[in-house]
């Protein structure tokens, strides 16, 4: 770690992803995926998944000091995950929780060009993690702790929130500026029947940085527009959400205690809003020392960059990644969205999550360059 570089420990769900690649067929459509039909599909990328891959070799890339949490087996999926952390870097793998008779998650990742993507998803050795995993000595010299996807790890979403509540009380006590993230759920699932907001209620008040997606807490927060989306055909945010909407949902999260909300709104770009308390922004721990001079009260909204798009797979997680990466780096809030939305569209020009991903230095030359956005979901004028 350089001299004064600011340390990020990125904990929580972690798995290997198998990702079929696809072209578009000889007609120029993307392929129709049908039951009862084959697909013809080129090489499986193999690539490491979920939060701590994903945000966390997204902050590698990007320059930040990294260290990982996660859970797996001790299995070939297992195996896998490690060579591909020592490859990106070798002590990547140090802080990984390796334990027998489990096994390690796995997704497989249908993702077609020009379709969302799909996954078929085993939680494996995540739905065991809990707070006892996160040892005192992955903590020390650290300032900033990311979690993410409770809602795929059955013990820490148990009881409310309660081990993720305990995890995040420790994180804290050690100075630590929290971040927490959340995943999209299958509604049919015992995930999709838990009860978000009482989890919200006992988890938030712990968390400095909440960084979910508009889908996910329309889902866990505000299901009768979620279900009406999806009657519709499915989540577009430019047709189903406005600032207004976004307005609400972040308020009702500074009330049940979060500090900071981002919500990330796909290809529509970020969507910040922060609490006015300043005895909470006090609180917000190392990473964030002037808290309240600089972060009370904000609303902001930034666009996506233009992407070539390759694939989104791990697009949303690679966003909170610049964004994070900003934070350390002692960059603006504007600046932190920005830095946010062009990790995303780096991102997504790549059929993994990460490979897209360059270092800060490049990416921020792009900007510098011209680099041209989206048109704004919303004016924030208006």
């Known amino acids: 770690m350089n001299q004064g570089?600011?340390?990020?420990?990125?904990?929580?769900?972690?798995?290997?992803?198998?990702?079929?690649?696809?072209?578009?067929?000889s007609d120029g459509e993307s392929p129709e995926i049908r039951p009862g039909?084959?697909?013809?599909?080129g090489p499986a990328v193999r690539s490491t998944g979920g939060a701590v891959s994903n945000t966390g070799l997204a902050l590698h890339r990007l320059g930040a000091s990294v260290r990982l949490v996660g859970k797996i087996g001790e299995d070939l999926f297992g195996d896998e995950i490690l060579r591909q952390f020592r490859l990106q870097s070798p002590e990547l793998a140090d802080g990984m929780v390796r334990v027998p008779n489990e096994t390690t998650s796995y997704s497989i990742?249908?993702?077609?060009?020009?379709?969302?993507?799909?996954?078929?998803?085993?939680?494996?050795a995540n739905d065991t993690f809990a707070?006892?995993?996160?040892?005192?000595?992955?903590?020390?010299?650290?300032?900033?702790f990311h979690f993410g996807y409770p809602p795929l790890m059955r013990t820490i979403r148990e009881d409310d929130?309660?081990?993720?509540?305990?995890?995040?009380?420790?994180?804290?006590?050690?100075?630590?500026?929290?971040?927490?993230?959340?995943?999209?759920?299958?509604?049919?699932?015992?995930t999709g029947r838990?009860?978000?907001k009482a989890v919200f209620a006992n988890v938030l008040p712990h968390v400095d940085f909440f960084c979910p997606s508009v889908d996910e807490l329309l889902f866990m927060l505000n299901r009768p527009v979620y279900e009406r989306a999806e009657a519709d055909g499915g989540f577009v945010a430019r047709k189903h959400v406005d600032?207004?909407?976004?307005?609400?949902l972040a308020s009702q999260c500074l009330e049940l205690g979060a500090a900071v909300v981002v919500i990330k709104l796909g290809d529509q770009g970020l969507y910040l809003k922060s609490t006015t308390d300043e005895a909470r922004l006090r609180s917000l721990g190392r990473a964030v020392p002037d808290g309240t001079s600089i972060w009370r009260g904000l609303e902001l909204y930034t666009p996506c960059y233009q992407a070539h798009v390759v694939g989104t797979t791990g697009s949303g997680d690679c966003t909170i990644a610049g964004f994070l990466a900003g934070l350390v780096r002692g960059d603006?809030?504007?600046?932190?969205?920005?830095?946010?939305?062009?990790?995303?569209?780096?991102s997504v020009e790549a059929p993994d999550a990460v490979s897209g991903v360059p270092h800060w230095s490049t990416l921020s030359q792009r900007i510098a360059a011209g680099w041209p956005s989206h048109p704004p979901l919303f004016s924030m004028n208006e």
């Open 243 to 248: 600032r207004p909407l976004l307005q609400k």
């Open 194 to 196: 838990v009860d978000w």
């Open 131 to 144: 707070a006892a995993d996160v040892k005192p000595e992955s903590l020390a010299g650290a300032d900033l």
């Open 109 to 124: 990742v249908i993702n077609p060009p020009g379709i969302d993507r799909t996954f078929l998803h085993c939680p494996g």
């Open 5 to 25: 570089q600011k340390r990020i420990v990125v904990a929580g769900h972690v798995c290997l992803d198998v990702i079929p690649t696809f072209s578009k067929r």
């Open 37 to 41: 039909h084959l697909i013809h599909v």
């Open 332 to 346: 603006t809030p504007e600046q932190m969205m920005r830095s946010a939305v062009a990790t995303g569209g780096a």
């Open 161 to 190: 929130g309660k081990e993720l509540v305990e995890l995040l009380k420790q994180v804290r006590e050690h100075g630590l500026t929290v971040s927490l993230d959340l995943c999209m759920v299958d509604p049919h699932s015992e």
